[in-house]
């Protein structure tokens, strides 16, 4: 996927708004984060542990837990991965946002 093909996809999510700047664009519904783009070609995606340690072992090429993400409910996202397991991160980074309280 492209930083464009997110845009477009976290956007049709009811609610999901752009905000950051142009070179760390960064999507949120209810001003809770569901992604951020941290490089070109990587995106940090909210998840729950168990949907993370999941799309990490259906996904390896895809997904990841730097260290940095390991205290934190969040993924790392190979942009050249899965375009649909990408899609499907998003989607549910979006509906665990909007569960908040």
Not at 38 to 61: I, K, N, T
Not at 95 to 101: H, S, V
Request: some cysteine; aromatic content about 6%; overall charge neutral.
């Amino acid at each position: 996927m492209t930083p464009d093909e997110v845009d477009d996809y976290a956007r049709s999510l009811p609610g999901c708004k752009r905000k950051g700047t142009a070179a760390r664009p960064a999507w949120y519904v209810d001003d809770r984060l569901v992604a951020r783009l941290v490089e070109p070609g990587e995106l940090v995606v909210r998840a729950s542990y168990a949907d993370r340690e999941r799309l990490v072992a259906e996904h390896p090429a895809t997904f990841g837990i730097p260290p940095r993400y390991e205290k934190h409910l969040k993924v790392q996202v190979m942009l050249d991965g899965d375009a649909a397991a990408i899609r499907d991160a998003i989607r549910a980074a979006w509906e665990l946002q909007r569960r908040q309280p």
